[in-house]
Antibody
Framework: EVQVVESGGGLQQPGGSLRLSCAGSGFIFNNYAINWVRQAPGRGLEWVSAMNGSGDHTYYADSVRGRFTISRDSSKNTLYLQMNSLRAEDTAIYYC??????????????WGKGTTVTVSS | DIQMTQSPSSLSASVGDRVTITCRASQSISYYLNWYQQKPGKGPNLLIYGASSLQSGVPPRFSGSGSGTDFTLTINSLQPEDFAIYYCQQSITLPITFGQGTRLDIK
């Protein structure tokens, strides 16, 4: 069974950093893309970042480009989201999602339960 | 960026009803449209991909249709577990964008 589990969230001051992890099981990271999607309190879903299956392409929303970095350790089947220069508007639940058919026909078929990031002084 | 607009934003219905949620894209996205269901305190759950393909394990009372800019999600014979928030999402290009969500409540 394919599963993804997020961790690493917490409370951080504005300007601070956090590293989120997305641990996968039941599949090989090298074969599948992973998306990060966030949800601010009481709000809808916002796409944040993605890495393709081969790991040679990374993508970011304009709102986080230059501050967030996605990476992975295939030996641990784990994806990371390094979040720097955090802002209050980054406060959200962060989900990682296993993704099929990277490209125009992609869809996120398995999601984690999310990890909560709070940015506040 | 492609804007996704859902209607209605909220909807009240009864068990056994048939409901339809609409999603409109700001430009043509062919059939690259996915639907998700989200319940309180949980991550989203994929229902429909490619506009009309039912994800494995999803009950057949859920169906999707449309292409280009206009899409619909239909739920036949609503069940108590269907009361949730529904999101559409386009996958034709980055950035991936979602609709604002439709909250389906019990009448």
């Amino acid at each position: 069974e394919v599963q993804v589990v997020e961790s690493g969230g917490g409370l951080q001051q504005p300007g601070g950093s956090l590293r989120l992890s997305c641990a996968g099981s039941g599949f090989i990271f090298n074969n599948y893309a992973i998306n990060w999607v966030r949800q601010a309190p009481g709000r809808g879903l916002e796409w944040v970042s993605a890495m393709n299956g081969s790991g040679d392409h990374t993508y970011y929303a304009d709102s986080v480009r230059g501050r967030f970095t996605i990476s992975r350790d295939s030996s641990k089947n784990t994806l990371y989201l390094q979040m720097n220069s955090l802002r209050a508007e980054d406060t959200a639940i962060y989900y990682c999602a296993h993704t099929l058919n990277w490209g125009s026909n992609s869809y996120m078929d398995v999601w984690g339960k999310g990890t909560t990031v709070t940015v506040s002084s | 960026d492609i804007q996704m607009t859902q209607s209605p934003s909220s909807l009240s219905a009864s068990v056994g009803d048939r409901v339809t949620i609409t999603c409109r894209a700001s430009q043509s996205i062919s059939y690259y449209l996915n639907w998700y269901q989200q319940k309180p305190g949980k991550g989203p759950n994929l229902l429909i991909y490619g506009a009309s393909s039912l994800q494995s394990g999803v009950p057949p009372r859920f169906s999707g249709s449309g292409s280009g800019t206009d899409f619909t999600l239909t739920i036949n014979s609503l069940q108590p577990e269907d009361f949730a928030i529904y999101y559409c999402q386009q996958s034709i290009t980055l950035p991936i964008t979602f609709g604002q969500g439709t909250r389906l409540d019990i009448k």
